[in-house]
């Protein structure tokens, strides 16, 4: 997908496609290391960085 929609010559947008992919694919990978297709979309609508953050604290955050 990101080398079917370059821009000729466009490396900075090159570059930056990919950092962010490769980013999201990190941060939102699933323990068997796949990105599901309703992660993806939980990027698109605003709410991914919000379920990260509650991965990250652990189960005892919500215990609070």
């Known amino acids: 997908m990101l080398r079917a929609n ?20 990190k941060l939102g990978k699933d323990k068997d290391g796949f990105l599901r297709k ?3 979309r939980t990027v698109y609508d605003g ?3 919000s379920k990260v953050a ?3 604290k652990g189960p005892s955050a919500n215990q609070a």
């Open 6 to 25: 370059r821009e000729p010559k466009d490396y900075k947008g090159w570059v930056g496609a990919s950092t962010e992919w490769e980013t999201t694919f």
């Open 54 to 56: 509650s991965k990250k």
């Open 38 to 40: 309703d992660t993806v």
């Open 47 to 49: 709410s991914f960085f």
